[in-house]
C-alpha cells in the first residue's frame, strides 16, 4: 500500500506526517504547509465531534427522545462549522498570503471561491 493510501490510525494521526500536502491531488500550486500547533489543534477538534457523533449514534440506537437528539447534532454542526473557520482564517492568513507573495494569488482565489461555493451550499 502506497503511503498516501494508508489507512488512518490512531500512528497516522502523527502530525509530522501530515504538515506538507497540496490543495489539488498532485499539483501544488504551492506548497500547503501549516504549524505543528495549528495542524494539532485541528486534530483535536476533529477528534471531539467524532466522539459526539458516537454519542449521537448510541442516542439514536437507545431511541432516546428526538428532541435531545436534534440539539446533540445541532452542537455537532456548531462545531464544524467552528472547525470550517479556524481552517478558512489559516488558509487566508498563510496560504493566500504565500499565493500573493509568490505572484500565483489569483490561482488561489479561484481555488478559495470554488470551496467556498461547496462549503456554503
Partial sequence: MATSERPLSRDSDRLED????SHEHGT???PHIHS???LKR???????IEGHIRG???MVQESRPCPDVLVQVAAVRGALDRVARIILDEHLTECIGRAAREGNIE??????K???DRFLL
Fill in 36 to 38: 505543528e500547533e495549528s
Fill in 28 to 30: 501544488p500550486h504551492h
Fill in 18 to 21: 501530515e504538515l506538507p500536502h
Fill in 42 to 48: 485541528v486534530v483535536n477538534r476533529l477528534s471531539r
Fill in 56 to 58: 449521537i449514534k448510541t
Fill in 114 to 116: 470554488a470551496a467556498l
Fill in 107 to 112: 490561482i488561489e482565489i479561484e481555488e478559495l
